[in-house]
């Protein structure tokens, strides 16, 4: 019994198991926006509502659902401005999650506290995977610090919580990129049947949004690099296989397939243009300074992992010329980051669009973190050597402790915290996760039954009506809420505010009555206020 027990604390798994687990816990704990999860965002509205569309057509036609000619129905009837695999999870996840527990509010199509569980998934799964790698490539206590590393990213964590398409690009992304680094890291090039399994993790990448465009550029160039004319075949290999699969995933490609592909890429270059807000000046998207994505990456990291990671990263000067697959993450990780600081390139919504480099840096740190600990064991014991590093660790959870549940809105100590941030001009909160259930409770102790709530900024026509239904006692109270459009308000009139500086036409002054508000180190995220 004891030696089971002691093979099973001594398997590679166990450390990013563990972690894993304590992830999945710490985000489902702190998920329902009813209760003390992150508000209801901008965008949840898209991707809960066509996650529900998606698996009540696969229920409608049963069995009949796996004909193409079922499928290509319900695609032609769905929002494909993205692929379907991340918004599959949110609905498979909300539909199982209604047949546990009851949701909040039963005349809701569907719930959003169970439809962000999948998220939750992912984002457990991801620790695991990023720990398990750490671990195989570097040894087990990699694997524990390249975890947890990840665990306290609160951007990463903060969207855990949400029923975005991130979480699965993430994963996505991080599997597509090290399967290659794994299963290639030979002196010889892939065989064609190893190209092909590894391009079906990248056929799912595309399958989640279109960040996996990024995917093939740095694993091209690093097979070249290591194989010359040899890379070409497998490479090849790798993205007919991806191509077939993001194609068979995709029923809205059959029927047009390079117009559907067309458009479907052309969103990322002509669309709406979007405000960003950034030290202390609206830009719009495609007008956003340069350095915003370096700049951003690097204050938004607990600086602990940076540390670990450069560590990391350092060792490689050693080896950099061989083309390890360090070099592989490194281009994974840089690509994005260089791409949105190309001039032109739209960016905005804080660090959502290039998140998945933070998955890869958290392995770099799990290697940082392995030689930091060789090299305090040659200076102390081994228990205190784990205590050294235990606590270092634990120091950097600041951000996913005290600003729960605004996780969105963390910045770290090379700027001061949230508060330096703040003082430096950068955007304070961006997607109106900081509208809480307590904030809107405690307000509505002091609203009358039946008042007009204004809110501020208001990004679509769904906003709104997302929030009511996601928030039952709103209507419980009557309560009416209506887009602030610039005019005066009266006396008797109530203002609902999260601050997205990019979009807000007002800001309330020390002449507004403050009725409830949340802030974080001291600086107002969202706000209920009455008019002067």
């Not at 990263?313 to 080896?319: F, G, H, I, P, Q």
């Not at 890869?360 to 784990?386: D, Y």
């Not at 006692?473 to 209506?482: E, G, P, T, V």
Request: with cysteine.
């Amino acid at each position: 019994m004891l030696s089971g027990s002691r093979r099973i604390l001594d398997a590679d798994w166990t450390g990013p198991v563990a972690v894993g687990l304590v992830a999945l816990v710490a985000v489902l704990a702190t998920i329902n926006p009813a209760h003390f999860g992150p508000g209801v965002t901008v965008d949840e509205s898209f991707n809960a509502a066509q996650g529900y569309f998606l698996t009540e057509a696969a229920g409608a036609y049963g069995w009949a659902m796996l004909h193409p000619a079922s499928q290509l129905e319900v695609a032609q009837s769905a929002l494909n401005d993205h692929p379907p695999l991340a918004r599959w999870g949110i609905g498979i996840s909300e539909q199982v999650g209604r047949r546990i527990v009851a949701p909040e509010n039963p005349t809701a199509p569907y719930s959003l506290a169970r439809a962000r569980i999948a998220s939750a998934v992912e984002f457990a799964v991801l620790v695991c995977l990023i720990g398990f790698v750490a671990t195989r490539w570097y040894g087990r206590p990699a694997g524990w610090v390249a975890a947890i590393s990840l665990l306290v990213m609160p951007r990463v964590f903060g969207h855990a919580h949400i029923a975005s398409l991130e979480s699965m690009m993430n994963l996505t992304y991080a599997a597509a990129i090290l399967s290659v680094a794994q299963f290639w890291d030979h002196e010889a090039p892939p065989s064609k049947r190893v190209a092909c399994l590894t391009g079906v993790l990248f056929g799912l990448a595309l399958l989640s949004k279109v960040q996996a465009i990024f995917i093939p550029i740095p694993i091209a160039l690093w097979a070249l690099l290591r194989w010359r004319h040899r890379a070409i075949v497998p490479v090849a290999v790798w993205g007919i296989a991806g191509l077939f699969v993001f194609y068979a995933g995709w029923p809205h490609l059959w029927d047009a397939p390079f117009a559907h592909l067309m458009k479907y890429l052309g969103r990322t270059t002509q669309r709406i243009e979007l405000q960003n807000w950034y030290l202390g000046q609206q830009y719009a998207d495609r007008a956003t300074p340069w350095h915003y994505p370096l700049v951003m990456f690097a204050i938004t990291v607990p600086v602990g992992m940076h540390l670990l990671s450069l560590i990391g990263v350092a060792e490689l000067r050693k080896t950099f010329t061989k083309f390890p697959r360090e070099v592989l993450l490194l281009g994974a990780i840089a690509l994005p980051l260089l791409v949105f600081s190309l001039p032109g390139t739209p960016i905005y919504d804080g660090v959502r669009l290039f998140l998945v480099v933070y998955p890869l840096w958290a392995l770099f740190a799990g290697r940082g973190g392995q030689l930091a600990l060789n090299w305090l064991r040659t200076r102390m014991s081994a228990v205190k050597s784990n205590g050294c590093l235990a606590g270092f660790l634990l120091l950097q959870a600041y951000g996913i402790v005290f600003l729960t549940p605004c996780w969105l809105s963390y910045y770290n100590l090379s700027v001061g915290g949230l508060r330096g941030a703040d003082r430096l001009g950068l955007e304070r909160t961006y997607w109106s996760d900081s509208v809480t259930h307590a904030l809107l409770e405690k307000a509505l102790d002091e609203i009358p039954d039946g008042s007009t709530l204004y809110v501020a900024p208001v990004l679509h026509q769904f906003q709104l009506d997302e929030m009511l239904a996601q928030e039952p006692f709103l209507a419980q109270h009557d309560i009416q809420l209506q887009p602030y459009q610039g005019a005066p308000l009266g006396a008797r009139d109530y203002l609902l505010v999260y601050y997205r500086r990019a979009n807000l036409d007002v800001t309330p002054d020390e002449n507004w009555r403050i009725i409830s508000e949340v802030r974080r180190e001291n600086v107002p995220l969202a706000g209920v206020y009455q008019a002067p």
